[in-house]
């Protein structure tokens, strides 16, 4: 079945630590998204890549990095300098073919705590 | 400034009852919007997309409506079961391409109970 991957599903951050939040999918797309969901929020995006070797900043990739050296592969690293990590976080993909309006596909999401 | 606002907040119903959610959004231009269900630490999943010139989408039990003259759109939920409980989001996108801004609203908790 295809989909999308996120790994590990939760995860926990030390103080001054960076840690990657991984994110694979095997629909064949060529978009892939980082979200943030806080409780009582709507999502809100962090970085987007339309194509491989290619990402720009969402509303808040301040404190975030990303890269796109594969097709299949989106990784999303929380830097220390994100004062306020703890949230949940949701990968999607969608095609960026032209035509009919095609949905985002999302991940299951990794549950991101500070010790 | 663009927005999606959706009422109510939360809501519990009866099993085999019917039920509305509503969105109403103040985005320009506007393209489509979505209907997403999310269960309780899962991804988003999409029920229905629908582009300005469509009224109605259904899914099964689940029935979109979009009026582009009032900005409003609701998603009538039919003969309701448990595994309904979730939270369902409205998305408004300004576009059709991809890192085309979605402005997503808040969501809608259901509670379905026996």
């Known amino acids: 079945d295809g989909g999308i991957t996120q790994s590990p599903k939760y995860l926990f951050r030390k103080e001054g630590q960076n840690v990657t939040l991984s994110c694979e999918q095997n629909l064949n797309h060529d978009a892939m998204y980082w979200y943030r969901q806080d409780p009582g929020q709507g999502l809100r995006l962090i970085y987007y890549?339309?194509?491989?070797?290619?990402?720009q900043k969402g509303d808040i990739a301040e404190g975030y990095s990303v890269s796109r050296e594969k097709k299949e592969s989106f990784p999303l690293t929380v830097t220390s300098a994100q004062k306020n990590p703890t949230a949940f976080y949701l990968c999607a993909s969608s095609t960026t073919r032209q035509g009919a309006v095609q949905p985002q596909h999302f991940g299951d999401g990794t549950r991101l705590s500070i010790l | 400034k663009n927005q999606v606002e959706q009422s109510p907040q939360s809501l519990i119903i009866l099993e085999g009852k019917n039920c509305t959610l509503q969105c109403n959004y103040t985005v320009s231009p506007f393209s489509n919007l979505r209907w997403y269900k999310q269960d309780t630490g899962r991804g988003p999943v999409s029920l229905t997309i629908m582009t300005f010139s469509e009224n109605t989408k259904s899914n099964g039990r689940y029935t979109a409506t979009l009026d582009a003259d009032t900005k409003q759109s609701s998603l009538h939920i039919t003969a309701s079961q448990l595994s309904d409980s979730a939270s369902y989001i409205c998305v408004v996108s300004a576009g059709s391409q991809a890192g085309t801004a979605l402005i997503f609203g808040k969501g809608t908790t259901l509670s379905v109970s026996s």
């Open positions: 890549s339309q194509i491989v070797n290619d990402f």
